[in-house]
């Protein structure tokens, strides 16, 4: 037997090719895999971080949803999951408790998260985004309160969407 446990090689007959995902052993006859077709076979959430596992001292390679995997390697891959840290924090909008003041409408939704930043001691270095609740698309941080179009009683959804997003 190869290294990949291939169990069938008659003509006509893809090989198996077994692969683990989260300690869990998985087989295909496909040699490619995308990052998203491997996440769906081992249950791991589309919006999870995937690794391939290499040996050290080198890094274990991050797998992105589109990129494709060659199973057809020598060695059985073995690849794992971390869930991306996303903190998801609603807040309602103070606009309408702050005193009216001239160049509040001028503020830029990105003074707006630095606030938010500021005030929950999260990490300065990390990659945050403002929606307004119940919409899909975040806020244009050059944008300005006024050109955002917010309300004063906007609600807003203040998110750490995590590196490459």
């Known amino acids: 037997m190869q290294d990949?446990?291939?169990?069938?090689?008659?003509?006509?007959?893809?090989p198996v090719l077994n692969f683990f995902i989260n300690?869990?052993?998985?087989?295909?006859?496909?040699q490619f895999?995308?990052?998203h077709e491997l996440k769906t076979t081992g249950g791991v959430p589309l919006n999870d971080e995937l690794y391939l596992k290499v040996e050290r001292p080198w890094k274990d390679?991050?797998?992105?949803?589109?990129?494709?995997i060659d199973l057809?390697?020598?060695?059985?891959?073995?690849?794992f999951s971390k869930p991306l840290h996303t903190t998801i924090i609603t807040?309602?909008?103070?606009?309408?408790d702050i005193p009216k003041?001239?160049?509040?409408?001028?503020?830029?939704?990105?003074?707006?998260?630095?606030?938010?930043?500021?005030r929950f001691h999260f990490d300065p270095s990390g990659n945050y985004k403002l929606r307004v609740k119940g919409s899909t698309e975040n806020l244009d941080s050059n944008l300005t309160i006024h050109q955002a179009g917010l309300q004063d009683c906007a609600?807003?959804?203040?998110?750490?969407?995590g590196k490459g997003a």
Do not use: C, M, Q, W
Not at 155 to 161: K, Q, S
């Open 33 to 35: 895999k995308t990052g």
């Open 61 to 68: 390679e991050l797998i992105e949803n589109d990129r494709r």
């Open 155 to 161: 609600i807003l959804v203040f998110t750490d969407i």
């Open 91 to 96: 807040i309602e909008s103070s606009l309408g």
């Open 4 to 14: 990949n446990d291939i169990i069938s090689n008659e003509p006509g007959h893809k």
């Open 23 to 30: 300690d869990k052993e998985h087989s295909t006859h496909d």
């Open 101 to 118: 003041h001239p160049y509040l409408n001028s503020t830029h939704i990105s003074a707006l998260v630095k606030l938010v930043v500021e």
């Open 72 to 79: 057809a390697l020598p060695g059985k891959e073995h690849f």
